[in-house]
């Protein structure tokens, strides 16, 4: 095994043209070069310098190494220098995947703090919705997911690998055209809700929406099925159903001809920011988690 400052002593020694005049450079003794060199050539298996008088001069194998050295050390030092940008968050890079919500009310505030705090760290943002995120994660093709779960869901254990960072509670509000008769309630049991056609949004809010109706003692009627919660608003605000959807999802689309009624009993959903344990331990990525959650608790303030 070559050690870096044992090429650091062979180029020395190679500029200088010998142990003492080297030892001056670097600022050690004559003994101390000359006990490098011999463990740099028992390295290499086969003499580096020979030695005649005072003089000494490279080996052929010397010479090659002498020759490659540069380029190493110079390459060490280049890692070594990105290696501590990282670690002080002067540069490094963050691969998050966020819900369509989260991406339009948590993600622009925590990454704009972020930016102005650490200008060297990048971060790139891709959405998809969990479980799909999360797998994401594990394969390895993000660093963090922004993902959510419902209250009393079975599957509890789902991230027990993962570290997961609570975010907020976000509450589940009932979406109905502005004329409907109990758009000015100020709540509603959701199964004053059961004779109307509905519009589900994404697979796993649908799959939730079909569970609590039925815990309501009716299974709704989806005319309807879009994961754009845009869509969703619009499709209300035009009067063709009613929808239930997150407080933060009503929040990134502000819907026009409807109007968001408070869910009693309440249903939540909790929004959590995954990593695994290793990524935890990066700056970049401790950094953004902290920002994330910081946007949060600002969000949970207004």
Same mark, same amino acid.
Do not use: K
């Given at each position: 095994m070559i050690e870096a400052r044992h090429l650091r002593v062979l180029r020395a020694v190679a500029a200088t043209g010998s142990f003492s005049a080297a030892?001056?450079?670097?600022g050690c003794t004559?003994?101390?070069?000359?006990?490098?060199m011999k463990a740099l050539e028992a390295s290499v298996g086969t003499p580096l310098l020979v030695r005649s008088g005072r003089e000494m001069r490279l080996t052929q194998a010397g010479q090659a190494l002498v020759r490659h050295a540069a380029g190493i050390l110079a390459g060490l030092t280049a890692a070594e220098e990105e290696v501590a940008a990282i670690a002080?968050?002067?540069a490094g890079r963050v691969r998050l995947v966020s819900f369509p919500s989260g991406s339009s009310t948590l993600v622009p505030t925590a990454l704009a703090a972020l930016r102005a705090a650490h200008p060297g760290t990048r971060v790139s943002l891709e959405e998809a919705e969990p479980p799909e995120s999360v797998d994401k994660l594990r394969a390895g093709d993000c660093d963090?997911?922004?993902a959510f779960r419902y209250e009393d869901a079975p599957? /509890?254990?789902e991230w027990a690998d993962l570290v997961v960072r609570p975010l907020l509670?976000?509450?589940?509000?009932?979406l109905l055209p502005e004329r409907h008769p109990l758009a000015d309630a100020r709540s509603l049991d959701i199964g004053e809700l059961a004779g109307e056609p509905w519009i589900a949004g994404c697979p796993r809010c649908r799959g939730q929406l079909v569970e609590v109706c039925e815990g309501a003692g009716f299974t709704p009627r989806i005319d309807f099925a879009t994961d754009d919660y845009p869509a969703v608003a619009g499709l209300v605000g035009a009067g063709l159903g009613v929808a239930v959807l997150p407080q933060l999802a009503i929040e990134s689309v502000r819907p026009r001809g409807a109007r968001a009624v408070t869910l009693?009993?309440?249903v939540r959903r909790e929004i959590v920011a995954l990593t695994l344990p290793d990524l935890a331990q990066v700056p970049a990525v401790a950094a953004t988690l902290e920002q994330l959650?910081? /946007?949060?608790?600002?969000g949970q303030e207004r």
């Open positions: 030892g001056r450079e670097l004559q003994p101390a070069v000359s006990q490098q002080g968050l002067r963090i997911a922004l599957g /509890a254990e509670t976000d509450r589940l509000v009932a009693e009993p309440a959650g910081r /946007a949060a608790a600002r």
